[in-house]
């Protein structure tokens, strides 16, 4: 036995699953399934450009008889929800995991929005282990279920589960299936004649794994001494535990399809039941809507995650008070010293641009003192958005927009916002942000890095020559460091009828083996105490009481953007 992360653990539980491949797109709390699923030998783990790629990769295998794992965090499986509905009906052969990790309380996502819907939704069988020794067993319960019922099964898993480490019991790898082509038109090729038939065949699978819930072991009854009742499942069972230690409780484990007859007998008697669950009421919706009494949490408690205290209150039906602000001063995240987005955020702001932005590292150009990011709403969106503005702004207004976005994120979603700038004749310009990396995840690799998640070297695919070929003539790769080159092209793009992309290189500092370079520092009696330096944000800089700066040399990089702001020449190397 040994402690494991809930990711760990999905990783070892497709391991021993004798899954094939496995494949996903980054993202917190998600990222680390695959990373350690690729340490493993016998199988081929690999990121894809985004979700929905790795969902159609994953069931590619899965149709030749492998097993396979997709991973990604909640809002990957909106990107991947087209094939995911489809699959539905289609089917698998080799069993199909698809692991997806909640943000509840929004650690690191755009939102906190429950997957557990896309059960209901694409009418998929949905497991939600507890705890890393469930996270394993309920993997390998998923590709049992999902061969079973010839069905994808959705891992739901949570920030607090993926994260935490737990006991877990290791077994043995099972034999991998092998693999062969399988023509089965009907089943394959999502013809509306043959989806009809496939719609129906789905909606009896569902019923059958209705009624598997009934005496599946993940679906327990734990005896209480106290007479209160409790119906859970996920992570909120241990918050329970800790709650109400004496209670009765119907722990769930698959919460979709639910088990109608087990919740009607566990609801008998003269006292409700208590639903206590994290974010929606989604279990809630879904046994009121069996007729079935039940008490459940009031609305504020579905705001954010749950902790032990907030399930104490909820159980008594306490209004949540607001917690009174923290005494500690804020720790906003910033830009690292050195960070290659800064100097661009400080043309953007300097040229009194809107920027319609996107995900990474360089969301944090939104806040104080920079300010110079004004949108981000999902992986992809700001081209695309830049391009609506444009469209709908007076000439001398839309002139002003221009789009940021990262190069693990261009190639995620953000190139088809490009090629809707060239094919709809819009101007504008457009911003990657090329760090050679997927920084804000944890420094994974993607299709223009030239390596893979199993280190292969591979052929790094060209964001220039990509977006030459979808029709932009003017693209221009300028060091992120040259404020000077970079505020240029920005002057000589945004009164062009045509599309410009620039494209503003340098590695993120962070990145493994990069020589950092001597660092700079203030000479004192030439500093006048101006603060614009301070306006960067790098965290290596700092005021003392007489106003004049000065550099933490650990933390600086020698990154120069701070000596090319100086307008006294005050900061030098
Ligand atoms: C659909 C979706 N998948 C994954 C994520 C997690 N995520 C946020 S930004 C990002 C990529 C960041 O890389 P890049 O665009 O290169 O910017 P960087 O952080 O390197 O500056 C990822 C994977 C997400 N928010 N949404």
Redesign the pocket.
Known sequence: MILLSGNEAVARGAWEGGVILGTG????PSSEILENLSGYSGLRAQWCP??KVALEVGSGASWAGGRVLVT??H??L??AADPLFTLAYTGIRGGLVIAVADDPGLQS??NEQDSRHYGRAARLPVLEPSDSAEAKEMTLLGFRLSEQFKIPVILRLVTRISHSRTPVFLGRRSKPASCRIVRDPERQVMIPKYAAVRHRVLEEKLEELALYAETAPCNRVEPGRSGEKIITSGIAYQYCREAAPDAAYLKLGLVYPLPRKLLRKFARGKDKPFLVEELDPFLATEIRAMGIDIRSKRKEYGLGELNPDRVKNLLANRAEKVPPPSPLPGRPPVMCAGCP?RGVFWVLKKLKLFVTG?????TLGTLPPLSALDTCL??GAGVGQSEGYRRVLPPEEGRKVAAV??????L?SGVTGLIDIVYNGNGGVVII?D?R?????GHQH?PATGQTLMEEAVFPVSLETVCRGVGVKRVKVISSYDLPALEDFLQDSLDRPEPSVLIARAP?VLLKGLKKKSPYRVEADKCVACGLCLKSGCPALSAGEDGKVSIDPVACTGCAVCAGICPVSAIIR
């Open positions: 797109y980054p993202g917190t985004n979700e990604m965090k809002v990957g909106n990107v996502s755009q987005h996107d995900i990474g590292c360089y999902c992986m976005i990262g190069d693990s994120t261009f995620h942000l760090n990396t997927t920084a804000m995840t993607h993120c």
